[in-house]
């Protein structure tokens, strides 16, 4: 059996076919038959993170020797509500069935335009900074490793170089072909346990434009922080005033993160702004607290220790807060 093949592109480029897709063309009789498959990515119209599902709009191509027709035992393993997938064929009979087109060297040629749902587990421990990969997976549901392999049809393949993702950035595209094993028979006594199919992923990596959205979730963060900071040039007495400050801040970082985390999957972790959230409810509960103290030192007439305590405070807030976001950034 051939070795897996695999390979990547850098974006807006091609690498070249290998050697294994003329060896297909060529030898009709050898075991397992060696299919060429091929993928061009033409639009991803949407994108939900917080679904970790897409939409993609791309062409699928089979290029084979023998009677044998592959394109009647593929599928999509990560396609959503295969019911509504649209698979159009090039070459079609009268009545719109598929039929492949006989070429050069006794081959056999068939394309599909695709639309359809897909999902993918999407990553976002580093959220703002993280970088997305929109996949789309083929496998035959028929053929195992010892009777046929794709071969990725590298020269052809790629994504259409106006595809653009709203609020994304394109970082490049790969194809690979690997082994896919289950842990099941799905019921048939003929089935070998342990059977590999050649497993096909296209993949298209994707990333955030991190100057807007640092300018919209981490910023809004610091101004409120900031008029928290307020707080200390208010008069020891004024406890009104200091309280209306810090309480206010607080739920406006409640708000704000509410708002953030509508875009995000649900996770059971934290994510880089939830990091930054935490670390700001820790900096306004203590500046109420501290707030609180001054007004009792002020009471019991230590005015001047209640205002070195309002400098030392605002000192150390200010240095924890911007420290630990910055500690928070760099060891993301």
């Given at each position: 059996?051939?070795?897996?093949?695999?390979?990547?592109?850098?974006?807006?480029?091609?690498?070249?076919?290998?050697?294994?897709?003329?060896?297909?063309?060529?030898?009709?009789?050898?075991?397992?038959?060696?299919?060429?498959?091929?993928?061009?990515?033409?639009?991803?119209?949407?994108?939900?993170?917080?679904?970790?599902?897409?939409?993609?709009?791309?062409?699928?191509?089979?290029?084979?020797?023998?009677?044998?027709?592959?394109?009647?035992?593929?599928?999509?393993?990560?396609?959503?509500?295969?019911?509504?997938?649209?698979?159009?064929?090039?070459?079609?009979?009268?009545?719109?069935?598929?039929?492949?087109?006989?070429?050069?060297?006794?081959?056999?040629?068939?394309?599909?335009?695709?639309?359809?749902?897909?999902?993918?587990?999407?990553?976002?421990h580093a959220y703002p900074f993280d970088e997305q990969s929109v996949e789309i997976g083929i496998e035959s549901n028929?053929?195992?490793?010892?009777?046929?392999?794709?071969?990725?049809?590298?020269?052809?393949?790629?994504?259409?170089?106006?595809?653009?993702?709203?609020?994304?950035?394109?970082?490049?595209?790969?194809?690979?072909?690997?082994?896919?094993?289950?842990?099941?028979?799905?019921?048939?006594?003929?089935?070998?346990?342990?059977?590999?199919?050649?497993?096909?992923?296209?993949?298209?990596?994707v990333a955030r434009p991190v100057k807007g959205l640092l300018a919209k979730v981490?910023?809004?963060?610091?101004?409120?922080?900031?008029?928290?900071?307020?707080?200390?040039?208010?008069?020891?007495?004024?406890?009104?005033?200091?309280?209306?400050?810090?309480?206010?801040?607080?739920?406006?970082?409640?708000?704000?993160?509410?708002?953030?985390?509508?875009?995000?999957?649900?996770?059971?972790?934290?994510?880089?702004?939830?990091?930054?959230?935490?670390?700001?409810?820790?900096?306004?509960?203590?500046?109420?607290?501290?707030?609180?103290?001054?007004?009792?030192?002020?009471?019991?007439?230590?005015?001047?220790?209640?205002?070195?305590?309002?400098?030392?405070?605002?000192?150390?807030?200010?240095?924890?807060?911007?420290?630990?976001?910055?500690?928070?950034?760099?060891?993301?």
């Amino acid at each position: 059996m051939n070795a897996p093949a695999s390979a990547a592109a850098p974006a807006g480029s091609l690498a070249a076919r290998p050697d294994a897709s003329e060896a297909a063309a060529k030898s009709p009789t050898a075991l397992p038959r060696q299919v060429t498959i091929g993928l061009y990515l033409h639009h991803i119209p949407e994108l939900d993170l917080k679904t970790n599902s897409y939409v993609a709009d791309f062409y699928l191509w089979f290029l084979w020797t023998g009677e044998d027709d592959p394109t009647t035992s593929f599928e999509f393993t990560n396609v959503v509500g295969p019911a509504e997938l649209s698979s159009v064929p090039t070459y079609a009979d009268a009545e719109g069935k598929s039929k492949p087109e006989e070429v050069s060297g006794g081959r056999h040629y068939q394309a599909f335009h695709v639309q359809g749902h897909f999902t993918s587990p999407f990553d976002v421990h580093a959220y703002p900074f993280d970088e997305q990969s929109v996949e789309i997976g083929i496998e035959s549901n028929r053929y195992n490793l010892a009777k046929q392999v794709y071969v990725p049809d590298l020269k052809d393949s790629g994504v259409h170089p106006d595809l653009l993702i709203p609020g994304y950035l394109f970082r490049g595209w790969q194809m690979k072909v690997s082994e896919s094993r289950f842990a099941t028979l799905f019921g048939d006594p003929r089935a070998v346990p342990g059977e590999a199919y050649s497993h096909v992923e296209f993949s298209m990596t994707v990333a955030r434009p991190v100057k807007g959205l640092l300018a919209k979730v981490i910023l809004p963060l610091f101004i409120i922080i900031f008029i928290t900071f307020g707080a200390a040039f208010c008069a020891p007495g004024d406890l009104d005033a200091r309280l209306c400050l810090t309480i206010t801040a607080l739920i406006s970082a409640v708000a704000l993160q509410y708002v953030t985390s509508t875009d995000l999957p649900p996770t059971m972790y934290l994510v880089l702004p939830d990091k930054i959230y935490v670390l700001s409810y820790f900096v306004i509960l203590i500046g109420t607290f501290m707030s609180i103290l001054v007004k009792h030192l002020d009471t019991r007439g230590r005015t001047q220790v209640a205002h070195r305590v309002d400098r030392y405070t605002l000192l150390g807030l200010v240095t924890t807060f911007v420290g630990g976001s910055a500690a928070i950034l760099m060891f993301r």
